[in-house]
Nanobody, 122 residues
């Protein structure tokens, strides 16, 4: 089984930055991604990274967030810059065993972490 553990969430002022981390174990995923679930909203894809170096970002975060993966540390990162209150959400790490046709589709991923809370104040 694949285990994912998120960390790095917290409270930050608007315009600030945070870096989320997802430690993974139990296998090597082909693609990994970050999703978020804000107040009154469905879980949505934020950013994805695959071992063929392909990446994908939701339009709302492109240019502000950067996804990366450290194979040696077995950790997926999400660098979040210029945060706004609209970024407030529970952020989840996800892993897929194969190459999904749509990187930010929730159903493309089989394994999920328990989430880390990000709160951005104005």
């Amino acid at each position: 089984q694949v285990q994912l553990v998120e960390s790095g969430g917290g409270s930050v002022q608007s315009g600030g930055s945070l870096r989320l981390a997802c430690a993974y174990s139990g296998g090597t995923a082909t693609c990994m991604a970050w999703f978020r679930e804000g107040p009154g909203k469905e879980r949505e894809g934020v950013a994805a990274w695959c071992r063929d170096q392909s990446t994908g970002y939701d339009d709302s975060v492109e240019g502000r967030f950067i996804i990366s993966q450290d194979n040696a540390e077995k950790t997926l990162y999400l660098q979040m810059n210029n945060l706004t209150p609209e970024d407030t959400a529970m952020y989840f790490c996800a892993a897929a065993p194969g190459y999904p046709g749509w990187l930010l589709r929730r159903r493309s991923y089989d394994y999920w972490g328990q989430g880390t809370q990000v709160t951005v104040s104005s």
